[in-house]
């Protein structure tokens, strides 16, 4: 095991890695724990629940609604929560952006913790505080920005984690690698995925080296004035395609971070899209898409990241280095006219 602390503006909070799930006990105790995970990873990991009281959501994005948070809330009252009550999400983005949620919110706010049980979740949505829900469309439209007190991390609830889901968590560990660390996207170019399944002390050191550059960035601007906006690599398109086509989180954005590649090429000098291409594939991930622009640019206009006629774009100065560069939207339009299928 190995502790490590980050300080946010609101809280300081402890990274347990390479922890084993037991520690759990030692952390909060049973008595005034309630555990929230999904069915699928209650049904592969019972016995870790054993004793614990626990609620059990649905699994899936389509369950991260308001609905579910009123059920969870009317269990906590059922079972005699209160102040006093910690709550633990273990499981992956789904569960921790509830559990964050209503731990926010149950009582004006209790302590929690969460256990991811993704790559995507350890490297990135445990990370940051941001927590919610969907309405409609829009996702994570309602929610709050509260760290949780603790992060316990045991990779031995990986061996169960399905491939699609091992790509998804390592496209924003190339993100992150993009923006931010060459020294990794060496390595990663020299490896792949199968090795990381197989060396758990290579897993081990890169989930940890990956949520500690994603904790570093978010401690420096919690409140996204700056370089966390960086995070938001291949998102801007990439969120735009999730929604229109059935693609997996990672898949948007690998596809996004391949056109912020070729826009960086034309507005910053970057000179390596085939190099992160070739990782991006090299991990299963799809990179050139023939997607329908008109209707992209549309769900543009409408992102968070517009301004009144420009648009804050991520893109690459160098691999390792991510800036963020102000596009005019017309000029976005006739870029990505030009993106290559
Ligand atoms: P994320 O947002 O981290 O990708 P989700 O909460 O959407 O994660 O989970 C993705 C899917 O993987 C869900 O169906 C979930 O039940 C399942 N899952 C999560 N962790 C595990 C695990 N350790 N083993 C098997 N399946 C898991
Ligand atoms: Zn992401």
Redesign the pocket.
Known sequence: MQKKSCQFSSKKVDYYFDADFALLEKLVGKEHTVLIT????YG??AKKFKGWNSIVLK???EFKIQPTVDAVIEELIESGADRKTTLVGI?????TDITGYVAAIFMRGIRCGFV???V??MVD?SIGGKNGVDVGIYKNLVGTIRQPDFLLYDYS??????ET?WI??FAEIIKHSCIKDLRMFKELEEKKLSFYKKDKAALGKLILRNAMLKSKVVEQDEFEAGDRRLLNFGHTLGHAIENMYELS?GQAISIGMTMACHLSAKLAGFKDTDRVVRVLEQYGLPTYAEFDKNAAFDVLQKDKKKERTTMNYVLLDKIGKGIVQQVPMNQLKTLIDELPA
């Open positions: 999904d069915e699928n990873i592969l990991h699994p899936g994005e499981g992956g983005g789904v569960v991811p049980s993704t995507l979740a949505a609830l990986l061996k169960t984690l399905p889901e998804n968590g989180h």
